[in-house]
């Protein structure tokens, strides 16, 4: 027994020893473990006030609030679905014999992968779906797809994903459909008794980390083009086509279920009856998607990507694989030695096409016959979506409105007309096609024919019904930005032409249409010159001059042209002055120059640090730790209107930079551990923030339980649909719908700042993370972006829009480099996160991209960060950055360039960067400064939020540590006394 004791003592010693660096460990991940565990925190709240609720949920219960998302999502999908063929095959009839003919049937896609997944696991399966619709399924088909037999032809059919045969696509989702000469015959024998229709589904999956592959990703010349379909869904339609050919079937319905819009070219080589794009399903989706099959809903979505028979006619396409700078050999990061030029400027998705086909009708810009050649790279157009009824639009009408203090708008009235059999809903599109003029030749102005610059969705109209819609349109939209001589937005001179359409090609149409252009000119369809209004307008360089709160707005953006950075005529980009003679046939290959040296370093605040504007009073130490009794509370004013909710004082009052006298160094640095959480101040009284991802709604399975709800359940939220499926909605009062129910899960959840939603362009179809982004429109993008975050804001959750900026590929993203004009960038890629970022009464932050610009990381880009953001836009929220993975991300460089306000760092890099400059004997000023106005920015959005709940006047903020850092102390205490105890008294004892 001695002996037995002796040796347990032994262990407990050795584990003790074992236990010391966990505790190194487990201090040092801290925020990642606390995320998982439930109860976790940084800090309790001593006298907290039960009546101090800024922000409380609209629900009840979780249960309440999780059928009110269910439907909403249910509700989401109804309106964005998109029909996009039909030739009478839908609405199937009630107790119509369906057989679900594909392996996706049984594995539908509900999001995308990676930080932005939602939990769908509770959703309806295709199945149980079409026969709550009143559809009646084929069992044996759809058993048989679940069977071990299909399972072991699918793991020898797959391609794609994580290893074996075709490591070249990483994490990406197989390719998993089985060729039909393998079905058993009591399989397909089942077909025909279930054969009223067969519904097809064929989706990809996009995710974090990787995008679609191609023919050339990757480098791979031979890699598969992941959104065409594979030789076994080939056969699957070609056997589709056979069973209908011999009468064994009556209709063939293809459902597109992917937010990567997939290359439809084998609708020239196969019957197809209808076509419905889904995009990714949320937990209810699926409902409605059966529901629009069986008549019940009918469809109402428009596209929010171009649709094409070969997705890689689009001209970013030619530049859409990552280069590696010429003569690279080590002088600069790893992580920054690759780059991407987007060559196709402004004209990205139906920029591009309807533009080029515009100008070939009108004889313009060395076309070279692409008006015959857009129907066979188009399949569908940009806002294109079929109902079960038709729609005609008539007496439109304009009136320029332009108020006393105001800027000039446009209302654009028009009847529409329900003229078919059932009820239904129509999206209408207004276009604007403003001039293209020698001006713009001349200083490298790009114009599209026609982009979208408003629109609105009618209620449900009855047969006969008409609804007059009014449609605002800002002419601030209508500017073009001139970088090149006027360095600001322009309106040209010429005429401008407003239209209201169904979809770009139709706006194309009409505006060719009212130049006198019909099909003898070589359109492919009439348009309507009855739908346009057009009016001159003179040069204009000053109105648009100047931002919505009177910032002169200029150049910020030339160190990311590559034609100024490196020379002229360094990069030919596309230009519709000659289509033929600016297609980019080739990567544009760059060398690394001197001055990319220093610019490219690690520690570019220490390297580079001149480069930075910053106040001459950032020179000087500001006064800390003064203990003067001012806490955050403080920054409350009375309740003005009596509603209960305190108003806080405005971000430049005074009293904030007494309060900020208080701060202490170490609380600054703390600025940089903010992963999923923002700690406590406590020298100022503030309550520290739990943060967490959310773009497809918020994700409570990414960490496992960690999430409870206010009185104790395990957190659940509504997975919504894919953000694409949000936008194809047309319907701002949805969205409005979207972002509150989202607030609702986060308030329930005590979550204060939401990571989404996802604002970044779909530049090509081939974007891994598509589904957390809405739309190649910038335009649509920042509308559907302002109503959701406005409705997270007014309820007291702060969000962070992802990922500021040019995160429009996963390839190298870890410090690629993106080289684009300026107007490229804002008009484009900029355009979808400015409005809910401009105008949201200066709240609403950021997460930054890992990319460059040129050189300059984001987050450290101190003309993008303090210029635009901060500046024109006027923004005053927390800014954080993507997770710090890489160690290029400087902190104290991208602290001084005034916008990273905390650092969603995993890892301690910023941390100790921070400790670095500013823990010393000699802690640099600017950095401190910079640290403090920083703080400025996270208290001032804390205290906008609920993160304040609970937090009265006498509440008293106490920073703890976590019970899972405290426990695993405790046991570590707890093994070394006894194991060293036991081995004291048996060596005293012996």
């Given at each position: 027994?001695?002996?037995f004791?002796?040796a347990?003592?032994?262990i407990?010693?050795?584990?003790?020893?074992i236990m010391?660096?966990v505790?190194?460990?487990?201090?040092m991940?801290?925020?990642?473990?606390?995320?998982m565990?439930?109860?976790?925190?940084?800090?309790e709240?001593?006298n907290k006030?039960?009546?101090?609720?800024?922000?409380k949920?609209?629900y009840a219960s979780?249960?309440?609030?999780?059928?009110?998302?269910?439907?909403?999502?249910y509700?989401?999908?109804?309106?964005?679905?998109?029909?996009?063929?039909?030739n009478?095959?839908?609405?199937?009839?009630s107790?119509?014999?369906?057989?679900?003919?594909?392996?996706?049937?049984?594995d539908?896609?509900?999001?995308?992968?990676?930080?932005?997944?939602?939990?769908?696991?509770?959703?309806?399966?295709?199945?149980?779906?079409?026969?709550k619709?009143?559809?009646?399924?084929n069992?044996?088909?759809?058993?048989w797809?679940?069977?071990?037999?299909?399972?072991?032809?699918k793991?020898?059919?797959?391609?794609?994903?994580?290893?074996?045969?075709?490591?070249?696509?990483?994490g990406?989702?197989?390719?998993?459909?089985?060729?039909?000469?393998?079905?058993?015959?009591d399989?397909?024998?089942?077909?025909?008794?279930?054969?009223?229709?067969?519904?097809i589904?064929?989706?990809?999956?996009?995710?974090?980390?990787?995008?679609?592959?191609?023919?050339?990703?990757?480098?791979?010349?031979?890699a598969?083009n992941?959104?065409?379909?594979?030789?076994?869904?080939r056969?699957?339609?070609?056997?589709?086509?056979?069973?209908?050919?011999e009468?064994?079937i009556?209709?063939?319905?293809?459902?597109?279920?992917?937010?990567?819009?997939?290359?439809?070219?084998?609708?020239?080589?196969?019957?197809?009856?209808?076509?419905?794009?889904?995009?990714?399903?949320?937990?209810?989706?699926?409902?409605?998607?059966?529901?629009?099959?069986?008549?019940?809903?009918?469809?109402s979505?428009?596209?929010?990507?171009?649709?094409?028979?070969?997705?890689?006619?689009?001209?970013?396409?030619?530049?859409y694989?990552?280069?590696?700078?010429?003569?690279?050999?080590?002088?600069?990061?790893?992580?920054?030695?690759t780059?991407?030029?987007?060559q196709?400027?402004i004209?990205?998705?139906y920029?591009?096409?309807?533009?080029?086909?515009?100008?070939?009708?009108m004889?313009?810009?060395n076309?070279?016959?692409?008006?015959?050649?857009?129907?066979?790279?188009?399949?569908?157009?940009?806002?294109?979506?079929?109902?079960?009824?038709?729609?005609?639009?008539?007496?439109?009408q304009v009136?320029r409105?332009?108020?006393?203090?105001?800027?000039?708008?446009?209302?654009?009235?028009?009847?529409?007309t329900n003229?078919?059999?059932?009820?239904?809903?129509?999206?209408?599109?207004?276009?604007?096609s403003?001039?293209?003029?020698?001006?713009?030749?001349?200083?490298g102005?790009?114009?599209?024919?026609?982009q979208?610059?408003?629109?609105?969705k009618?209620?449900?109209?009855?047969?006969g019904?008409?609804?007059?819609?009014?449609?605002?349109?800002?002419?601030r939209?209508?500017?073009a930005?001139?970088?090149?001589?006027?360095k600001?937005?322009?309106?040209d001179?010429?005429t401008?032409?407003?239209?209201?359409a169904s979809?770009?090609?139709?706006?194309?149409?009409?505006?060719?249409?009212?130049?006198?252009?019909t099909?003898?000119d070589?359109?492919d369809?009439?348009?309507?010159?009855?739908?346009?209004?057009?009016?001159?307008?003179e040069?204009d360089?000053e109105t648009?001059a100047?931002?919505?709160?009177?910032?002169?707005?200029?150049?910020?953006?030339?160190?990311?042209?590559?034609?100024?950075?490196?020379?002229?005529?360094?990069?030919?980009?596309?230009?519709?002055?000659?289509?033929?003679?600016t297609w980019p046939?080739?990567?544009?290959?760059?060398?690394?120059?001197?001055?990319?040296i220093?610019?490219?370093?690690?520690?570019?605040?220490?390297?580079?640090?001149?480069s930075?504007t910053?106040?001459?009073?950032?020179?000087?130490?500001?006064v800390?730790?003064?203990?003067?009794?001012?806490?955050?509370?403080?920054?409350?004013?009375e309740?003005?209107?009596n509603d209960?909710?305190?108003?806080?004082?405005?971000?430049?009052?005074p009293?904030?930079?007494?309060?900020?006298?208080?701060?202490?160094?170490?609380?600054?640095?703390s600025?940089?551990?903010?992963?999923?959480?923002?700690?406590?101040i406590?020298?100022?009284?503030?309550?520290?923030?739990?943060?967490e991802?959310?773009p497809?709604?918020?994700?409570?399975?990414?960490?496992?339980?960690?999430?409870?709800?206010?009185d104790?359940k395990?957190?659940?939220?509504?997975?919504?649909?894919?953000?694409?499926?949000?936008?194809?909605?047309?319907?701002?009062?949805?969205m409005?719908?979207?972002?509150?129910?989202?607030?609702?899960?986060?308030?329930?959840?005590s979550?204060?700042?939401l990571?989404?939603?996802?604002?970044?362009?779909?530049?090509?179809?081939?974007?891994?993370?598509?589904?957390?982004?809405?739309s190649?429109?910038?335009?649509?993008?920042g509308?559907m972006?302002?109503?959701?975050?406005?409705?997270?804001?007014?309820h007291?959750?702060?969000?962070?829009?992802?990922?500021?900026?040019?995160?429009?590929?996963e390839?190298?993203r870890?410090?690629?480099?993106?080289?684009?004009t300026?107007?490229?960038?804002?008009?484009i890629?900029?355009?979808?996160?400015?409005?809910?970022l401009?105008?949201?009464?200066?709240?609403?932050?950021?997460?930054?991209a890992?990319t460059?610009?040129?050189?300059?990381?984001?987050?450290y880009?101190?003309?993008?960060?303090t210029?635009?953001?901060?500046?024109?836009?006027?923004?005053?929220?927390?800014?954080?950055?993507?997770?710090i993975?890489?160690?290029?991300?400087?902190a104290?460089a991208?602290?001084?360039?005034?916008?990273?306000?905390c650092?969603?760092?995993?890892?301690?890099?910023?941390?100790?960067?921070?400790?670095?400059?500013?823990?010393?004997?000699?802690?640099?000023?600017?950095?401190?400064?910079?640290?403090?106005e920083?703080?400025?920015?996270?208290?001032?959005?804390?205290i906008?939020?609920?993160a304040?709940?609970?937090?009265?006047?006498?509440?008293v903020?106490?920073?703890?540590?976590?019970?899972?850092?405290?426990?695993?102390?405790?046991?570590?205490?707890?093994?070394?006394?006894i194991?060293?105890?036991?081995?004291?008294?048996?060596?005293?004892r012996?």
């Amino acid at each position: 027994m001695r002996r037995f004791f002796k040796a347990i003592s032994v262990i407990l010693v050795v584990l003790f020893v074992i236990m010391i660096p966990v505790n190194v460990v487990v201090r040092m991940f801290d925020n990642t473990i606390s995320l998982m565990i439930a109860g976790n925190s940084f800090w309790e709240l001593e006298n907290k006030d039960p009546n101090a609720v800024y922000f409380k949920g609209d629900y009840a219960s979780q249960e309440e609030r999780l059928e009110a998302g269910l439907d909403l999502c249910y509700r989401v999908e109804a309106e964005g679905a998109a029909l996009l063929l039909n030739n009478g095959a839908l609405p199937l009839k009630s107790q119509a014999k369906v057989s679900t003919l594909s392996v996706n049937s049984v594995d539908l896609t509900y999001g995308g992968t990676g930080s932005g997944n939602v939990d769908a696991s509770k959703a309806d399966n295709l199945k149980a779906a079409l026969e709550k619709s009143g559809l009646v399924v084929n069992p044996t088909l759809w058993d048989w797809y679940t069977s071990d037999a299909a399972e072991e032809l699918k793991a020898a059919n797959s391609e794609g994903g994580g290893g074996g045969e075709n490591d070249l696509l990483g994490g990406q989702a197989p390719i998993v459909e089985i060729d039909p000469k393998n079905y058993p015959d009591d399989v397909k024998n089942s077909i025909a008794s279930y054969g009223d229709a067969v519904i097809i589904t064929f989706s990809r999956v996009g995710g974090e980390g990787y995008d679609c592959s191609f023919p050339g990703y990757e480098g791979v010349a031979d890699a598969p083009n992941y959104l065409a379909l594979n030789d076994n869904e080939r056969a699957l339609m070609a056997y589709a086509n056979q069973l209908k050919a011999e009468g064994k079937i009556g209709s063939i319905i293809v459902l597109i279920n992917t937010s990567n819009a997939l290359q439809v070219d084998f609708l020239n080589d196969y019957d197809v009856d209808a076509l419905l794009w889904v995009g990714g399903l949320g937990i209810a989706g699926t409902n409605a998607v059966t529901d629009i099959l069986a008549g019940k809903v009918k469809p109402s979505g428009g596209l929010v990507d171009t649709y094409c028979y070969d997705n890689l006619s689009s001209p970013a396409m030619q530049n859409y694989i990552a280069q590696t700078y010429g003569n690279f050999n080590g002088q600069v990061p790893d992580a920054a030695s690759t780059y991407m030029v987007y060559q196709e400027g402004i004209y990205v998705g139906y920029k591009y096409y309807e533009t080029r086909y515009f100008d070939a009708v009108m004889g313009n810009g060395n076309t070279a016959g692409y008006a015959q050649e857009y129907g066979k790279e188009v399949a569908f157009p940009f806002g294109y979506g079929l109902s079960y009824t038709t729609f005609q639009y008539s007496d439109m009408q304009v009136e320029r409105v332009a108020n006393e203090g105001e800027e000039a708008y446009y209302n654009v009235t028009l009847n529409v007309t329900n003229t078919g059999a059932v009820a239904g809903k129509e999206i209408v599109q207004v276009y604007l096609s403003s001039p293209y003029t020698e001006y713009d030749k001349e200083n490298g102005i790009e114009k599209a024919a026609v982009q979208l610059i408003g629109f609105g969705k009618t209620p449900e109209l009855a047969p006969g019904a008409t609804e007059k819609l009014t449609i605002k349109v800002d002419e601030r939209d209508m500017a073009a930005y001139d970088a090149n001589k006027a360095k600001t937005y322009i309106l040209d001179a010429g005429t401008y032409y407003l239209t209201a359409a169904s979809d770009s090609h139709a706006a194309t149409n009409n505006i060719l249409a009212a130049h006198g252009k019909t099909t003898a000119d070589g359109m492919d369809e009439n348009g309507d010159a009855s739908l346009v209004y057009n009016w001159d307008m003179e040069f204009d360089d000053e109105t648009y001059a100047v931002s919505l709160n009177g910032t002169k707005i200029e150049n910020q953006l030339d160190h990311a042209d590559p034609n100024k950075y490196f020379g002229e005529d360094t990069v030919t980009f596309l230009s519709r002055s000659d289509w033929a003679g600016t297609w980019p046939t080739e990567a544009v290959k760059l060398d690394i120059i001197d001055k990319m040296i220093d610019e490219l370093a690690i520690e570019r605040w220490a390297v580079d640090g001149d480069s930075y504007t910053v106040p001459e009073e950032w020179k000087n130490m500001p006064v800390l730790d003064a203990k003067n009794g001012l806490t955050l509370y403080d920054m409350f004013n009375e309740d003005r209107d009596n509603d209960g909710i305190k108003a806080n004082k405005d971000y430049d009052d005074p009293a904030w930079a007494e309060l900020f006298k208080n701060l202490t160094m170490e609380e600054l640095i703390s600025v940089g551990d903010c992963f999923h959480w923002r700690h406590p101040i406590v020298s100022v009284n503030a309550p520290g923030s739990r943060d967490e991802n959310g773009p497809q709604g918020l994700t409570v399975s990414l960490f496992g339980g960690g999430l409870v709800t206010i009185d104790g359940k395990s957190a659940e939220a509504t997975a919504f649909t894919s953000e694409d499926v949000m936008a194809a909605t047309f319907n701002l009062a949805l969205m409005e719908e979207i972002g509150t129910m989202i607030a609702n899960d986060c308030l329930d959840a005590s979550v204060s700042c939401l990571y989404g939603p996802g604002a970044n362009t779909h530049r090509t179809p081939y974007g891994g993370r598509n589904f957390e982004y809405y739309s190649e429109d910038g335009f649509l993008a920042g509308e559907m972006a302002y109503t959701e975050v406005k409705a997270l804001l007014d309820h007291g959750v702060d969000v962070v829009l992802k990922h500021f900026a040019l995160n429009d590929t996963e390839q190298d993203r870890l410090g690629q480099a993106a080289w684009l004009t300026e107007q490229t960038a804002r008009e484009i890629y900029l355009k979808a996160f400015q409005k809910a970022l401009e105008e949201n009464g200066g709240r609403g932050g950021i997460m930054t991209a890992y990319t460059r610009w040129g050189t300059q990381w984001s987050g450290y880009n101190q003309k993008l960060m303090t210029g635009i953001l901060r500046g024109e836009w006027g923004n005053k929220s927390m800014h954080i950055t993507d997770n710090i993975i890489t160690d290029y991300c400087d902190a104290s460089a991208a602290i001084v360039a005034g916008g990273v306000t905390c650092f969603d760092a995993m890892m301690s890099s910023a941390l100790d960067d921070l400790k670095a400059t500013v823990d010393t004997d000699t802690p640099d000023p600017v950095v401190v400064n910079a640290l403090v106005e920083a703080m400025h920015h996270n208290l001032y959005t804390i205290i906008n939020s609920a993160a304040m709940n609970g937090v009265g006047p006498d509440t008293v903020v106490k920073a703890i540590t976590p019970n899972i850092v405290n426990l695993v102390l405790y046991i570590t205490i707890a093994l070394g006394v006894i194991g060293i105890g036991g081995c004291i008294i048996f060596r005293k004892r012996h």
